[in-house]
């Protein structure tokens, strides 16, 4: 296995940190965020019209699939808590809801923490996140900029697993077929790292003619396509693309570069 393995603290950065979590029955979120009032599927459509909805992931994932009509701000924008009063003079009694991916994912409690410490009040958190809303209102859903959704298009958690390999397996194929190997990370997650020399493309989420480009390429090709994130979560919004544009023969790393460290260490 040839990889390229940068400093050593960033494999210490790395060494437990968790994988993909799977979402559960419940929402461990508010064992957390007690002080943070949710908001369940059904008050949120009751009141659809009336309240303010804010998706605070990546412009990838937002762009990816949304709920119809929620404003965009993410969690990690510089001007985060500006955007937010800004939100706030615009509807100035109406009650801001955030949201994230889902019940696992705690972006969304993060940003009301955040917006609240911004001096914005009336919040609540939509925790159960985009998944369950678009499976439960496809018609108050956009996905790849068409709404309604079709439920049909909505990819579960079987149909990600049957794309998904071990690290090691991955770095098999990696080494032992003639495979297309895309890492997807943005600058800043690869901070110059990558983990198969010579082999790889690395092009980010944002560099959106680039990545076009390079799966037309990869679709004409006829060869597999092998895509490794950070933590294996962007891929599974990036495999909405892939299907989108027909492409078949493709797998993922599953818990992406915090993964394939772990298992290093351990090996």
């Not at 159960?128 to 496809?138: K, L, N, S, V």
């Not at 599974?236 to 992406?256: A, C, P, S």
């Amino acid at each position: 296995m040839r990889v390229m393995v940068g400093m050593l603290a960033l494999l210490a950065s790395l060494i437990g940190s968790p994988a993909l979590a799977a979402e559960d029955e419940g929402f461990p979120g508010r064992e957390v965020f007690v002080n943070l009032e949710p908001i369940e599927l059904d008050q949120l459509n009751a009141n659809f019209g009336s309240v303010v909805v804010v998706d605070v992931r990546s412009r990838f994932e937002y762009e990816t699939l949304h709920i119809k009509g929620a404003e965009h701000i993410s969690l990690y924008d510089p001007a985060f808590g500006k955007r937010f009063r800004e939100l706030r003079q615009k509807n100035p009694g109406a009650a801001i809801v955030t949201y994230c991916n889902g019940r696992t994912c705690f972006k969304s409690y993060k940003a009301a923490e955040k917006a609240r410490a911004a001096g914005i009040e009336n919040l609540r958190v939509f925790d159960a996140g985009i998944m369950e809303w678009a499976r439960a209102h496809p018609e108050k859903s956009v996905l790849l900029g068409e709404s309604p959704v079709d439920p049909a298009d909505l990819i579960d958690g079987d149909a990600l697993a049957a794309h998904m390999l071990d690290p090691e397996a991955f770095a098999d194929r990696v080494a032992n077929g003639n495979p297309m190997v895309l890492d997807i990370r943005g600058p800043r997650q690869r901070d110059g790292v990558g983990l198969f020399v010579f082999k790889e493309r690395n092009i980010s989420l944002d560099a959106k003619e680039r990545m076009r480009a390079y799966l037309e390429k990869a679709a004409a090709s006829g060869r597999p396509l092998l895509v490794y994130d950070m933590a294996g979560k962007q891929v599974r919004w990036f495999q909405y693309y892939l299907e989108d544009l027909g492409i078949e023969n493709y797998h993922f790393m599953r818990g992406g570069v915090k993964a394939f460290f772990e298992e290093v260490i351990r090996g």
